[in-house]
């Protein structure tokens, strides 16, 4: 960017000219605020129309049903890059160390129960609003918080989920089927 888009909020770009939007354009890649992706497929006036009959898709019931379908994409956003509980991740993304030995405190099981929960809530909204790249990243956070939580009991799940957000995340076809099974998996799949 030529100048912050917020004052005080840019960071100067060390290898050129310029600042640093602090991810916001990585975000917009993974989350279409703007639906751009539907304006381009139905054109502008269809886009309208259906945002203005309530036809797009979003979630209807719950807590957040009363927000529009910008605000349930920003609540999305949210629950995936949020920074609480980052604590936990010591360890390089590289390197896996099986945490879960029996002698967790309630506290530790109580972070990591929350934040499968939050990623199992993302994958459902998400699945809701129709964005995959979205699904990818709930699936792969899911795999990551299921072995955080269960270890190698987990494993098997983890790997399913793993290689289903490498399905959506690559260039060949996935099922949107399979992904909303997974979505309803975890939406009533107790943690023990």
Do not use: N
Not at 57 to 75: C, D, N, S, T, Y
Not at 137 to 150: D, N, Q, T, V, W
Not at 155 to 163: F, G, I, T
Request: with cysteine; charged share 35%; net charge negative.
């Amino acid at each position: 960017m030529d100048e912050p888009s917020l004052p005080g909020t840019g960071y100067k770009a060390l290898d050129r000219e310029g600042y640093d939007d602090g991810g916001v354009a990585d975000l917009t890649l993974v989350i279409d605020l703007d639906d751009s992706v539907l304006r381009r497929k139905r054109g502008e006036h269809d886009y309208f129309t259906a945002l203005k009959a309530d036809l797009l898709p979003r979630v209807v019931k719950g807590p957040i049903a009363a927000l529009p379908r910008r605000e349930q994409k920003i609540k999305l956003a949210k629950l995936l890059f949020s920074d609480e509980d980052q604590e936990e991740d010591k360890t390089p993304s590289e390197v896996w160390i099986d945490h879960v030995d029996g002698d967790e405190d309630t506290r530790t099981i109580r972070t990591r129960t929350d934040r499968l929960a939050s990623a199992r809530m993302a994958l459902s909204l998400s699945s809701v609003l129709k964005e995959p790249a979205c699904q990818s990243l709930s699936l792969s956070e899911i795999s990551k918080r299921r072995l955080a939580m269960y270890g190698k009991d987990g494993a098997a799940d983890a790997l399913r989920c793993a290689e289903k957000a490498i399905q959506i995340a690559g260039p060949g076809f996935w099922d949107r089927d399979e992904i909303e099974i997974e979505a309803s998996f975890h939406r009533w799949d107790g943690i023990d």
